[in-house]
């Protein structure tokens, strides 16, 4: 089955600063690679995702890139804020019709004032 | 539009005992999908419904099981609960069935086992 593993487990950047968290994936099929961020004590919120047909996505501060030759794909977060603060997942599908994502263990990321 | 439901939002539960969990995806969603979240385990996938099949199950034991009904809400069960059922456990929907669409989770219950 896919195996998606994430880096870093933990990040801390000063406020301003840009963050970047990377995800590789094992199965060359999957086809679409979602970020979630979680609050403390709150639900996952899918905060951007991109489709394996392109390379690069962005929203606002937000932007996530995919390499399917190398299986691995990024979040970049610009000009962070304390509200950045979280945990953030990210997750890939498993080929076929049904939905199911396989998730990466997760990266906490502080953003300090 | 209402977002996703899932009820109860805490449960204490005792070894041995049943619970069921349930699911209200958003309005106009067929597909519901249930995780378990622990410190240790992450986010894993339990199984997926879809206009009321089973079509996936993920690597737990049978005494979890689920099912859908007409109207697309959700439900899960886990028998003879352990210790290491204790979880934050959420579901997810989507409109529609295929594997690149968005999926939007719900608030998740909270099951202690003790």
């Known amino acids: 089955g896919e195996n998606v593993e994430q880096h870093p487990s933990t990040l801390s950047v000063q406020e301003g600063d840009s963050a970047v968290i990377k995800c590789t994936y094992s199965?060359?099929?999957?086809?679409?690679f979602p970020w979630y961020k979680q609050e403390l004590g709150k639900r996952p919120q899918l905060i951007i995702d991109?489709?394996?047909?392109?390379g690069e996505k962005k929203d606002q501060r937000i932007a996530v890139t995919l390499n399917k030759t190398a299986k691995h794909f990024s979040l970049h977060i610009t000009e962070t804020q304390p509200e950045d603060s979280a945990v953030y997942f990210c997750?890939?599908?498993?080929?076929?019709?049904?939905?199911?994502?396989?998730f990466g263990s997760g990266t906490q990321l502080t953003v300090l004032p | 539009k209402a977002g996703v439901t899932q009820t109860p939002r805490y449960l204490i539960k005792t070894r041995g005992q049943q619970v069921t969990l349930s699911c209200s995806p958003i309005?106009?969603?067929?597909?519901v999908s249930w995780y378990q979240q622990t410190p240790g385990q992450g986010l894993q996938f339990l199984f997926e419904?879809?206009?009321?099949?089973?079509?996936n199950k993920g690597n737990f034991p049978g005494r979890f099981s689920g099912r859908q009904f007409s109207n697309s809400r959700s439900e899960m069960n886990v028998s003879t609960l352990e210790l290491g059922d204790s979880a934050l456990y959420l579901c997810?929907?989507?409109?529609?069935?295929?594997?690149?669409?968005?999926?939007?989770f719900g608030q998740g219950t909270r099951l202690t086992v003790v």
């Open positions: 997810a929907s989507s409109f529609s069935g295929q594997g690149d669409t968005e999926a939007f």
């Open positions: 199965d060359s099929a999957s086809n679409y």
């Open positions: 991109i489709r394996s047909n392109v």
């Open positions: 997750a890939a599908n498993s080929p076929g019709s049904a939905r199911q994502l396989t």
């Open positions: 309005s106009g969603h067929r597909s």
């Open positions: 419904y879809f206009s009321e099949t089973q079509r």
